[in-house]
C-alpha cells in the first residue's frame, strides 16, 4: 500500500511541474545579448529592437500628449508610408537591419489603439503597384490618391563613423510631411562598440 502510495504521489508530483524543458536549439531572445554579439563591432541586435520600440513608444506619447505639430494639432486621419532607409555605413552593416526597425515600429503603430485613431499606414506605393500587377494583371495597377497636405514618410538614417577599435552608430527616424517637407517628430539612437 505504502509503494502504491509513493507512486500515486511520484506521478502526481510529475504531472504538476509541467513537461521537460527541451533544447533551445541555440534560440534567444531578441532582447539578449550574445557572446558573438558582445565580440563584434556592429550594432547590437538588441539594441536595434530597443530602439525601435522606443521610437514607437515615443511616437505614440507625442501623438497623445499631442505635441507633433501638424499630426494632432487638426482632425484628419494622416497616412504614413514607411519611405526610405538611408544606409551611410560604407556598406559595413546590411540595410535589412534598419528595415526591420522600420517595420518593427509601424508594427508596434499599427498595435496601438491610439495611434490608429490619428494614422493609417500604407505600404510603399511601389510595392503596391507591384502586387496589384502580380495579383490583377500587368495593367491594372489601383491606387488610392492621399491628400499631400496630410501625408508623411516614416524615413530612416544610419551612419557608422569611426575606426579600428572605437564604432560610433547613429540612426534615426523621422516623419516627414509630403507636401512642406517638414518634420514634425524625430527620433535618435546612439552606440559605440568597442
Known sequence: MRFALALLTAVLLGACAGPPVGNSAGRVDSSTVTPADANSDHVLNASLVEFADR???DLVMALAQRTVYGVTDNDQLIT?????IDNKT????SSNDFEMVALRIRAALIRSSLARQKISFREKRS???DLSARER???AVAREMT???FTYFLNGSMFRTGAAGSIHYYMEFQLTNELTGE?????TFDENRN
Open 55 to 57: 521610437c514607437a513608444e
Open 80 to 84: 504614413v508610408f514607411i519611405g526610405d
Open 90 to 93: 560604407r556598406g559595413t552593416v
Open 127 to 129: 510595392r503596391t503597384d
Open 137 to 139: 494583371g500587368a495593367d
Open 147 to 149: 491628400e499631400p497636405r
Open 183 to 187: 518634420i514634425p517628430w524625430i527620433q
